[in-house]
């Protein structure tokens, strides 16, 4: 997919989300956790827009701001060209037919005292837009795109298998008829042989039914299987953010190294050199200066440590928030923005 010649259905500007951690009897705010800390980004019709990192960088609180489940802190998230925060209860809740979530349990995140007809067809009777006859033939119709049979219809979460399960969770997101999804570790809780199946049926309903996919994980080859472009974030900040084999073949941030260098490789003989990240990830309560990622970063110097790196553009559609990027020598860099007269 060219994302130049498609056209933007949502965009996030300057998002932040800080959660207040109260202490005492009183309830007194003691800190903040900043879960997400100032994002920018777009997502095209019909991509598919990976999100990687590691636990607790941001990601699902980040996936969770863009369908409207939380209220951000600070920035704005356009769809289609209309901000969620502007919205009112009521618009809003139509909007959300349009925005939908696949979570990452195939299990909790269905009622176990419901049947597969009752918890496929729940969004349909909710938003009142089937019942009955009608109801149930729209039910069959959504089970038989995601592989599943109509007699299936009268049984519980608990007689299927995981990846069943899943594919209760995918009919259910396509009740709405949706325009963009949130894929939230959807395939991290499955087999690895299941993982590929659900990654194949999620592309292949893509191609059918024109999605938009914002697929949020930490398992990078389910990220590069299924994504156009992907974002890699650390610490609430977008760090890097290209094509998926741009990003794969020419990382610039050296987390992203770090990230790639993980990546187990099944052959004994192949040896190269790794960027070794040191420590642990910091409290999102008490953020390091500068840049968040100098306290780990090899290639950190003293203006890491006290300046915030710009996201900008450094090779076409390639952005990165390093000032350092690890830059090919025969690679034309793009100019800074403050360069140019």
Avoid: W
């Avoid at 699902?60 to 009112?88: K, V």
């Avoid at 969004?123 to 837009?129: A, D, E, R, T």
């Avoid at 040191?278 to 200066?289: C, F």
């Amino acid at each position: 997919m060219n994302a130049i010649e498609n056209k933007v259905i949502m965009e996030v500007k300057g998002l932040k989300k800080h959660f207040d951690i109260s202490k005492g009897f009183i309830k007194k705010t003691h800190s903040k956790v900043r879960a997400v800390d100032g994002l920018n980004f777009q997502v095209y019709e019909g991509e598919t827009l990976g999100i990687v990192g590691e636990s607790g960088c941001g990601k699902s609180t980040t996936g969770s701001l863009m369908l409207g489940l939380l209220d951000a802190t600070e920035g704005h998230i356009f769809f289609q060209d209309e901000d969620l925060a502007n919205m009112t209860q009521e618009e809003l809740r139509k909007a959300r037919r349009d925005l939908q979530v696949i979570f990452q349990d195939p299990y909790s995140s269905l009622n176990p005292r419901m049947t597969v007809e009752q918890l496929v067809g729940e969004p349909l009777v909710v938003h009142g837009l089937a019942s009955g006859k009608e109801l149930k033939r729209q039910v069959t119709e959504l089970l038989e795109l995601v592989g599943l049979r109509e007699y299936q219809m009268k049984l519980y979460p608990h007689e299927f298998s995981g990846g069943q399960r899943q594919r209760i969770g995918i009919a259910r997101a396509l009740a709405l008829k949706p325009k963009v999804i949130v894929c939230d570790e959807a395939v991290s809780a499955l087999d690895v042989s299941i993982q590929a199946q659900i990654l194949n049926l999620l592309k292949r309903l893509q191609k059918e039914l024109n999605l938009t996919y914002i697929f949020i994980a930490h398992g990078l080859p389910a990220v590069r299987h299924i994504s156009d472009r992907i974002g890699v974030m650390y610490l609430g900040k977008m760090v890097e953010l290209a094509g998926r084999d741009e990003l794969f073949v020419n990382p610039l941030h050296p987390y992203t190294h770090a990230l790639l260098d993980s990546i187990p490789i099944p052959d004994p003989k192949f040896r190269k050199e790794h960027i070794l990240v040191k420590g642990e990830i910091p409290s999102p309560t008490n953020p390091p200066s500068g840049c968040p990622f100098h306290p780990r970063c090899p290639k950190a110097t003293e203006t890491c440590k006290v300046d915030m790196p710009e996201f900008r553009e450094i090779l076409p559609l390639h952005f990165v928030a390093c000032h350092h990027p690890m830059v090919n020598e025969d690679t034309a860099v793009l100019p800074n923005a403050s360069e140019v007269d």
